[in-house]
């Protein structure tokens, strides 16, 4: 009782301090309420301009936009041939050296490709593309709106949520995919990548198909021919049952001189008898007849060679199969250069061959890292803070310029 007594006496006392005296209650909260709509109808432009828009922003993404999870990879694009230019880190680990003058064309095309509609395209029909950023789950300023987009329209889309960038330095491709879902975007990333390998075989078939294909072609005609030319020549053989017309042909021109030798000594022989022998001797009719042996001989196989009636002598014989053979050789010394000039043609498709090589295999994310909130709620306030802050300085100044005018 005594405590109350006393804070009734203070209350008392301090009664013309805190309120004036004779001040109701309800005066005291209407002065307030007063003071309160003086300061927010004095400060109505930024509440309306920054406040306001910077609340609706925050609202939307702290509590509507759906969750995005963001897959990345890294991979290199390579030439077989590539010339060592130094280089260390990555190319160092993968034993071999990435140019960066050598690497830019082949990671752009390959970049181009992955952000094209035809990688859309084959992702819409292999990987349900659209099905995936149409999710109930998503909200619907983020989700794909359109149940069947137009081409364009899903190009527009898909390139906000995949990115690939090429570091022209280290001679490497990062490619970042974001979904509403971890499995999506690991799905999309992986995808991506087989695809991405699959363009540069398909290029790889492009750039080496014309040399290797006309080269390949050379040597299957060289093959051909050379294969005829062989046919020919059996043929020749078993027709003149004669499996070396060449080395039959030696022989009989051996024979013939060892005949006609002979003969030569036979005369010879004979024409010194004749001065101490009868001719009716029975050893000078025995060398006679010896020498009219040989004579027969020497005439029957030269016949053989050679006759002036043309006729299947081993002279023509010989001529046609020496033909053969000349052509033979000509074949297989093209048969030789052809293949010589395919197995070039197949190093030098190998030099340029382009491979893809993953650095860092896409993977599963477990948090959301998108949208970036805090980032986007701040930068907001901070644009239209600025904005707000130009222009009123800039509606001060016209108010100045007025009044001093």
Known sequence: MSNYLYFTKVSSKMSGIIRPAGASQYDVEAAAKGRWSAALYA?????GLVILPTALVAAYYYLVASDQ?????????????????????????????????????????????LLSQDAVSQLRKEDSLVERFQRDSIDLLSRLRHKEPTPEDLLRYYNKHVTVEFDADKGISSLSVRAFRPDDAYALAKKLL??????????????????VSAASRELAAAEQDMSKIQTQMTAFRRIHDDIDPAGTGKAQIGLVTEL?????????????????????????????????????????QSSKLASTGGGNTI?????????????????????????????????????????????????VPVKSLFPERGRIVMTVFFSLAIAYAIGWLMVAGVREHSVSS
């Open 69 to 113: 999870y963001e897959s990345r990879a890294d991979f290199v694009v390579r030439r077989a041939g590539a010339n060592a230019t130094g280089g260390a880190g990555v190319g160092q680990i993968l034993g071999f050296s990435i140019g960066a003058s050598e690497s830019h064309s082949e990671a752009r095309i390959v970049e181009d490709y």
């Open 315 to 363: 002279a023509t014989k010989l001529g046609s199969y020496e033909e053969l053979g000349i052509r033979q050789e000509f074949a297989g010394k093209r048969y030789i250069a052809a293949a010589a000039a395919y197995q070039e043609a197949l190093a030098e498709a190998r030099k340029q061959q382009l491979y893809l090589i993953s650095v860092v295999q896409p993977n």
């Open 260 to 300: 006609t030798a002979n003969l030569a000594m036979a005369k010879a022989n004979l024409a010194a008898m004749e001065g101490f022998v009868s001719h009716a001797s029975p050893q000078y009719r025995a060398l006679a007849a010896q020498v009219h042996s040989l004579e027969m001989q020497v005439a029957s």
């Open 194 to 211: 087989s695809m991405g390998e699959a363009q540069v075989n398909r290029i790889n078939e492009r750039t080496s198909s014309d040399a």
């Open 43 to 47: 400060y109505r432009w930024f509440l």
